[in-house]
């Protein structure tokens, strides 16, 4: 699941990514307001975590802004019923009040427990799925955010937490051609990137496990500029053929 992060302080902003990435979570990172609103207004996302503290446009105005919606494009229009959880650096019932009374869902007081922060991302998102479906198809294959189970045709297919982000970018983004390095700027903390030998290995073993559930051929390899999913009138004629 997707889940923007607007936050100034790079340390916190680091450890809150690298966290959020290792338990299966695709985070883009904005460093102030501005970049945050522009983020909110292009894209779709699933969560939205934001400082209360942030430069150039504050965090209540950036999550009223969000809920007001006018400046959101189509695609990310869902971005005005996204949970915001918003980080405080008080546990005073004033500044809770003002964080509910902009549109926040939910707080949480700095320092941040990552166990903690986790427990209340979960409970945000359930009740998100409650309202609308999270499940991504292609073809047979389901992917359900909501409890990382990836299946075809009925039959779970076993998936580490990196395949799992590998293939839940790659659906979500399914006209979409993902180079190695964008891959790795996608799923990948800055502390902890890989090559892109490493990616074309975590490429190979997803396409070996899904050929072993009977889904071949799904993941497309284009020549020079990376991978995306094979159109589906394209596995529905070599399966014809």
């Not at 190979?204 to 899904?210: E, I, N, P, W």
């Amino acid at each position: 699941m997707k889940i923007l992060l607007v936050e100034d302080d790079y340390n916190l902003a680091s450890f809150l990514t690298k966290g959020l990435t290792n338990n299966r979570y695709q985070v883009t990172w904005a460093t102030d307001g501005e970049e945050g609103l522009a983020l909110a207004e292009a894209e779709p996302y699933d969560l939205i975590l934001l400082d209360f503290y942030l430069p150039r446009l504050n965090g209540l105005e950036l999550c009223k802004r969000i809920r007001t919606g006018s400046s959101l494009i189509d695609h990310a229009a869902s971005n005005r019923e996204a949970p915001i959880l918003v980080l405080t650096g008080q546990s005073d019932t004033a500044q809770k009040v003002l964080c509910l009374d902009a549109g926040a869902d939910d707080h949480v007081v700095k320092p941040v427990d990552l166990d903690e922060l986790l427990a209340r991302i979960r409970a945000l998102l359930r009740r998100g799925a409650m309202r609308r479906s999270p499940v991504l198809c292609w073809g047979d294959l389901r992917l359900d955010p909501s409890n990382y189970e990836v299946t075809f045709r009925q039959q779970v297919v076993s998936l580490t937490s990196r395949e799992y982000a590998l293939l839940e970018l790659l659906l979500r983004n399914p006209n979409q051609i993902f180079s190695p390095n964008r891959i790795i700027e996608r799923l990948w903390t800055t502390d902890d990137l890989p090559t892109e030998a490493t990616v074309r290995v975590h490429i190979q073993t997803l396409r070996q496990k899904l050929k072993q559930a009977g889904a071949e051929d799904l993941i497309e390899t284009k020549h020079g500029l990376g991978y995306r999913l094979k159109p589906q009138e394209d596995q529905y004629s070599m399966a014809q053929g």
